[in-house]
């Protein structure tokens, strides 16, 4: 990984726990960069590609939870949603 030097110091704060967590992760990856080449061979081969395509069990991970907390809040505010048809 290389990083670019930083520029704006007032920003460091927020940005340093990013960057360190960033850093902790490089080289640790679940990905192994040839069975990615494969899947997305796959992908261009494919008669019927899908318009997005999760790519490692980290990646499902972390879009299962977002859908999740995403069908959470529209039930959440199904109300709301349904308070403004007339």
Not at 17 to 23: D, G
Not at 53 to 71: E, F, I
């Amino acid at each position: 990984m290389v990083r670019s030097v930083r520029s704006i110091s007032d920003y460091d704060s927020f940005f340093d726990p990013i960057r360190q967590a960033r850093q902790e992760k490089h080289g640790a990856q679940l990905g192994a960069p040839a069975k990615l080449a494969e899947a997305v061979l796959g992908l261009v081969m494919s008669d019927t590609p899908p318009p997005q395509l999760l790519l490692g069990s980290d990646a499902l991970g972390l879009v299962r939870k977002r859908l999740h907390a995403m069908l959470q809040e529209i039930d959440d505010w199904e109300a709301v949603t349904y308070s403004t048809d007339s």
